[in-house]
């Protein structure tokens, strides 16, 4: 029987690493619902780290934000309706960050969901809705 596969808002901002281990432990893929921070891509894709990252890189910060998640073990589907967008977003398989790369992205990590809180009812009952 194939993984069971759980999407959860996960981006850079609110990594989900503690929801990640316990996905792993129980064989449930993890999947990121809003890869790219949806409302806040702006701020995030403006992180002294991750603009320093992908220009030694030569990518864009979206592309170095969905490598970090893929590199992390986090299946990423990004969402754009526009061509180019589409395309970079597909260009990721042609670097690879270093240790400490990566751990610099840890480090942009606030741990609090930027979408919604799943620990709000009122937000539960209105995404049931959607």
Same mark, same amino acid.
């Given at each position: 029987?194939?993984?069971?596969?759980?999407?959860?808002?996960?981006?850079?901002?609110?990594?989900?690493?503690?929801?990640?281990?316990?996905?792993?432990? !129980?064989?449930?893929?993890?999947?990121? !619902?809003?890869?790219?921070?949806?409302?806040?891509?702006?701020?995030?894709?403006?992180?002294?780290?991750?603009?320093?990252?992908?220009?030694?890189?030569?990518?864009?910060?979206?592309?170095?934000?969905?490598? !970090?998640?893929?590199?992390?073990?986090?299946?990423?589907?990004?969402?754009?309706?526009?061509?180019?967008?589409?395309?970079?977003?597909? #260009?990721?398989?042609?670097?690879?960050?270093?240790?400490?790369?990566?751990?610099?992205?840890?480090?942009? #990590?606030?741990?609090?969901?930027?979408?919604?809180?799943?620990?709000?009812?009122?937000?539960?009952?209105?995404?049931?809705?959607?």
């Amino acid at each position: 029987m194939p993984p069971a596969v759980n999407q959860i808002e996960t981006h850079l901002f609110c990594q989900r690493r503690v929801e990640h281990e316990w996905l792993e432990k !129980y064989n449930v893929r993890h999947m990121a !619902y809003a890869p790219l921070g949806q409302g806040r891509k702006n701020e995030m894709f403006e992180h002294p780290s991750l603009v320093e990252i992908a220009k030694a890189h030569g990518k864009t910060a979206a592309q170095v934000a969905l490598g !970090y998640l893929m590199q992390s073990g986090v299946i990423v589907i990004p969402k754009s309706v526009h061509e180019e967008r589409i395309k970079e977003n597909a #260009d990721l398989f042609d670097f690879k960050l270093s240790a400490d790369e990566m751990e610099s992205l840890v480090k942009i #990590d606030m741990a609090v969901p930027m979408i919604g809180d799943p620990e709000n009812p009122v937000m539960v009952e209105s995404a049931m809705e959607w």
